[in-house]
């Protein structure tokens, strides 16, 4: 899919989107009180989990199918223009801290590259074909997923995403804001949450963009657990790789094991500070080359590992 060349049918089809539709009775918002204003965009915001929940079914289905393929050694790419695209790459970026995963694994892609996380890069939205170059640089395979994310649901870059990926066998799943897009249609899994129309017309870094991110976190975190990035509620997966982290697995292992201070430093001492492997230790008594090989065995799964070691 490419851009119209003529102004009034791009104009046309923005009309026809409730992410882009004037509400006339916020047309003096801005004679208001700024109190009455912040009370106007608490209300809005609070309709936005409200519009996610009605699509729980088809998120939930969607994380089953991007689970089932990262098992298999697959990435989560996300593609995207403008605010969503930066949401992809925020989420993308958030998740080897969190889940240790690699820098490969979880991808964001925005258009225009990563110069367009902090200015707009002209033109690059409106290109179908910058969204297959994207996904061509990153050797796109049959195991991969690709989420193409649009408030619109009508943006070249991310249905041009979609579009490719799915010709490559990869799994795909589109992500918009407005009913019956272009974009969900040309996605296996379409998640199409719909907020209605925003408090500034056609802001959609607003409601819009909240509820991109509430499904993105959703998609990526509950993918992690699926993986057995968790145990329990419990992040034990995380990258100590500052003062902070460090601190939260220790904190980590002494919650899941029971074990006192000097206990769960003899463990992470003993997991060169993995905290997986170091829960596996207190928990099955094991030594620290023995609970790697139990994970190892276990594809990584916490509960699996414990219940092989007993």
């Known amino acids: 899919m490419t851009s119209t060349s003529d102004p009034r049918d791009?104009?046309?089809q923005l009309e026809s989107l409730t992410t882009?539709?004037?509400?006339?009775?916020?047309?003096?918002?801005?004679?208001?009180?700024?109190?009455?204003?912040?009370?106007?965009?608490?209300?809005?915001?609070?309709?936005?989990?409200?519009?996610?929940?009605?699509?729980l079914p088809e998120i939930a289905a969607a994380i089953d199918a991007v689970a089932e393929r990262m098992a298999g050694g697959g990435r989560l790419i996300y593609a995207g223009a403008g605010t969503a695209g930066r949401l992809g790459v925020l989420d993308a970026s958030e998740c080897?801290?969190?889940?240790?995963?690699?820098?490969?694994?979880?991808?964001?892609?925005?258009a225009g590259g990563p110069e367009a996380m902090v200015t707009s890069v002209e033109g690059a939205e409106d290109s179908a074909e910058l969204a297959r170059a994207d996904l061509d640089a990153l050797t796109l395979t049959g195991v991969d997923t690709v989420v193409g994310i649009s408030a619109s649901g009508r943006t070249p870059y991310a249905i041009g995403a979609v579009e490719h990926a799915r010709?490559?066998?990869?799994?795909?799943?589109?992500?918009?804001?407005?009913a019956d897009s272009a974009l969900a249609a040309a996605a296996e899994h379409g998640i199409e949450i719909v907020v209605g129309p925003e408090l500034l017309t056609g802001s959609t870094r607003l409601k819009a963009g909240t509820a991109q991110k509430l499904v993105l976190n959703m998609l990526s975190t509950i993918t992690m657990i699926r993986l057995g990035?968790?145990?329990?509620?419990?992040?034990?997966?995380?990258?100590a790789s500052n003062d902070k982290l460090r601190a939260r697995s220790?904190?980590?292992?002494?919650?899941a094991t029971g074990a006192d201070d000097a206990e769960t430093e003899r463990a992470l001492a003993?997991?060169?500070?993995?905290?997986k492997p170091a829960i596996l230790t207190i928990l099955a008594d094991v030594d620290g080359p023995t609970a790697a090989r139990l994970l190892e065995e276990s594809g990584g799964h916490l509960r699996a590992a414990l219940a092989a070691a007993r």
């Open 270 to 275: 003993a997991t060169d500070g993995e905290v």
């Open 250 to 255: 220790r904190r980590i292992v002494a919650l």
């Open 10 to 12: 791009l104009q046309a």
């Open 20 to 55: 882009e539709a004037f509400r006339p009775e916020l047309a003096d918002i801005d004679r208001l009180p700024t109190l009455d204003i912040a009370r106007l965009m608490n209300s809005e915001d609070t309709t936005v989990p409200a519009a996610v929940a009605l699509r």
């Open 167 to 178: 010709k490559q066998g990869a799994l795909t799943i589109g992500l918009a804001c407005n």
């Open 229 to 239: 990035k968790t145990y329990g509620n419990l992040m034990v997966d995380v990258r």
């Open 96 to 110: 080897p801290p969190t889940f240790n995963t690699g820098p490969e694994q979880v991808v964001g892609l925005i």
